[in-house]
């Protein structure tokens, strides 16, 4: 039976990445690139066309299935060398008169960094399609929302008005932005067959190259494993390609976790506007029977941090010594634990009961948003007064007028801050001062009293946002 437990923390194991970076299938992409390097010595005639058609499909089939516990078995009793310990196992395999040809001419980290390329290549399949069918919900929810109105909020405090739909599209654009980044740098993903230094010696010098024609040997094996060649490496690939990839998926960890933390705190009970679903059978406490806990938001939120510190991991391989050294070796082995925490975020996300997925589930509530919206009255609308008077010519500091002395007295008094503001420019200037106010803004300041329409373009923004997440998935198919 194989062991298909993936790196991390073995509470969070999403399925769909076992045939990707599950124990056991760790080598297969090793044996894929070794089996790609064979076939492209056969195809320049290194290897005779009679010792070629040993390789089989089914002694492919073979090679592929070796897994890494039997790699570690060898390692350990024997080799002492991960990669030595494949060859060993998969020269049991095939025919005798192919055995001399496995690993020829390649270095233990031809085999070993071009594999990982594959996998995180395969691993991006996964991310790709489940943050796009994120994506989705999320243009959902910004079209449903549009015009939702909600209390925007900085530092905790209420703010300007917005609408839902437009803080649902500030979380979809930032999937947009780095689900496209993470596909930009997947495609640059690269590989090597260079050599034990990265100089091509072996190819150089005993003939390979010479056999290749317009393309290198390096380019050769590569196309059929489906990618390119690094511009130069040593003996390991150069880090940046990687890095980049594997922080384009931070990022887009970083996002969710965003919308997590958002999500827990529009949940807090003095707050209410929004409510993850509560299944049957959960429950929130282990004694306080009436809580509904953010669990699951805060599990998004979780997962970010998780992430931020795996990635320090990933710069602390951007330093080798010399060519390369053993250090960052037992840490790369880790990587995929990024791509674990993400797919288990995105999973999370389309986690479904009764067919609908967890982010269709998250509920509303118009009530309170309106009791939110409605609590400080209009004192929201000191922006757009204290502009308006600024505009109109108001030769004082209009911010000042109304942030200290109109302000404090409509609360005192009860009354708008529209009015506050009329006595407080009646109180300065006199009548003659608010003649000239009124002149020159004749429409515009008697309006400002209604908060419902100082939403500015939020709800335009939104839908122009989920029009190019539209475009992005039409693009896609």
């Known amino acids: 039976m194989r062991n298909l437990s993936l790196p991390g923390n073995p509470r969070y194991q999403p399925k769909n990445l076992q045939a990707i970076f599950g124990y056991d299938n760790l080598f297969r992409s090793v044996a894929r690139v070794e089996i790609a390097t064979m076939k492209t010595l056969g195809e320049i005639g290194i290897i005779p066309a ?12 073979k090679l592929l299935a070796i897994t ?23 020269q049991g395999i095939v025919d005798p008169k192919l055995r001399p040809w496995i690993h020829v001419p390649l270095t233990s980290y031809d085999a070993l960094d071009t594999a990982r390329a594959l996998q995180f290549v395969e691993g991006h ?7 796009d069918e994120v994506i989705g919900h999320f243009i959902t929810q910004v079209n449903q929302f549009a015009s939702q109105l909600q209390i925007g909020r900085t530092h905790g405090q209420h703010a300007l008005p917005i609408t839902v ?7 979809l654009s930032r999937v947009l932005a780095n689900i496209q980044n993470a596909n930009d740098a997947a495609e640059k993903l690269v590989g090597k067959i260079s050599g034990a230094v990265g100089a091509y010696n072996a190819q150089a010098r005993l003939g390979i190259s010479a056999r290749c024609g317009g393309k290198t040997f390096e380019v050769r094996v590569l196309e059929k494993l489906g990618l390119k060649a690094a511009p130069i490496s040593t003996q390991i690939l150069l880090p940046e390609p990687l890095a980049q990839y594997l922080f384009s998926c931070v990022m887009l960890s970083a996002v969710f976790g965003q919308f997590g933390r958002d999500c827990r705190h529009l949940m807090r009970t003095e707050i209410g506007e929004l409510c993850e679903p509560f299944d049957k059978g959960q429950v929130g406490s282990s004694t306080m029977a009436h809580k509904r806990n953010p669990v699951t938001f805060e599990g998004l939120e979780g997962g970010w941090v998780k992430n931020q510190n795996q990635f320090g991991l990933v710069l602390a391989t951007m330093v080798s010594e010399h060519q390369r050294d053993l250090v960052g070796s037992s840490i790369a082995r880790d990587f995929p634990t990024i791509i674990i925490n993400l797919v288990t975020q995105l999973n999370t996300l389309l986690r479904k009961v009764e067919g609908r997925p967890f982010i269709g589930r998250i509920s509303i509530d118009k009530e309170a948003l309106d009791r939110n919206f409605k609590a400080q009255g209009d004192v929201i609308l000191a ?13 004082g500091d209009a911010h000042e007028l109304v942030s200290r002395k109109a302000l404090p007295y409509a609360r005192e008094h009860k009354v708008s801050l529209l009015k506050a503001t009329m006595w407080a420019l009646e109180d300065k200037h006199g009548s003659a001062l608010m003649r000239e106010i009124r ?3 004749p429409n515009g ?8 329409l100082y939403t500015g373009a939020a709800s335009a923004k939104a839908l122009e946002v989920a029009g190019a997440a539209e475009a992005y998935l039409k693009g896609r198919q």
């Open 50 to 61: 009679a010792t070629m058609a040993l390789l089989t499909r089914a002694v492919e089939k």
């Open 439 to 441: 002149s020159e803004i």
């Open 165 to 171: 739909g437009f803080w649902f599209a500030t979380i």
């Open 68 to 90: 890494t516990t039997q790699v570690d078995r060898v390692e350990r009793e024997v080799t002492r060398h991960d990669i030595r310990a494949w060859v060993r196992i998969a």
């Open 125 to 131: 399949k996964v991310v790709r399609q489940l943050t």
């Open 445 to 452: 300041l008697m309006k400002l009293d209604k908060p419902k």
């Open 383 to 395: 922006e757009p007064i204290y502009l308006a008077l600024q505009m109109a010519g108001y030769l």
